[in-house]
């Protein structure tokens, strides 16, 4: 899990790859190159030197690319209803691909609004990670939440799903470094991260 002592910035950009040939005419055919994710920027503002060796030795564990790390969305932690205050007992009961909503049991009568994150692990052990593209109402405590980007196939006996803190699963883009300040009492580290989808 990224430290998250001191994010001054967590910009989540929504990315979708595609390609839309156009015609003479300026008609298109839009074409899905691939899975649509999730890039980041992150920065850090650390005054105490502590803070800023917890961040420094995370980012040098990451070994550059090469290992992956969790981060919640740090300005949107937490569901706008906020009678939602705890995730136990929450079941991930359905995913539809095709129709890019997932099912969620034992919710109680929270409402899923716009703009929620929703998270759960995956097949290969990977975190997936969306966002409420509409509200949705529970009916006997279960909702079913449209949502971007579409959902993968969760993990077969412990999705762990999560409205609260959802977790996305992140590597440091390739072929970039962080941006480290230190001048003084005034330390700060920036880096963009790309979401690592399994």
């Not at 156009?22 to 649509?36: F, K, M, N, P, Y």
């Not at 990670?129 to 079913?144: E, K, L, N, Y």
């Amino acid at each position: 899990l990224i430290p998250c002592r001191g994010v001054v910035k967590s910009n989540w950009k929504p990315i979708v790859q595609q390609a839309a040939p156009e015609t003479l005419s300026g008609a298109s055919d839009v074409i899905e190159i691939a899975r649509s994710f999730w890039k980041v920027e992150f920065e850090f503002e650390l005054p105490k030197q502590e803070d800023y060796d917890v961040i420094l030795s995370f980012l040098a564990d990451r070994n550059g690319s090469d290992f992956s790390f969790t981060s919640p969305r740090h300005f949107r932690r937490l569901p706008r209803d906020k009678s939602i205050t705890s995730d136990a007992g929450i079941t991930l009961n359905a995913v539809n691909i095709a129709h890019r909503t997932v099912r969620l049991g034992g919710v109680g009568t929270g409402m899923a609004r716009r703009g929620d994150m929703v998270s759960y692990r995956t097949l290969a052990n990977g975190y997936w990670i969306g966002i409420a593209t509409a509200d949705a109402a529970p009916v006997g405590g279960v909702v079913t939440i449209p949502v971007w980007p579409e959902p993968m196939t969760p993990h077969a006996s412990a999705p762990s799903p999560r409205r609260i803190d959802a977790l996305g699963e992140f590597k440091l883009k390739p072929n970039t470094e962080p941006r480290w300040s230190e001048k003084g009492r005034r330390r700060s580290v920036s880096f963009t991260a790309k979401q690592v989808v399994r």
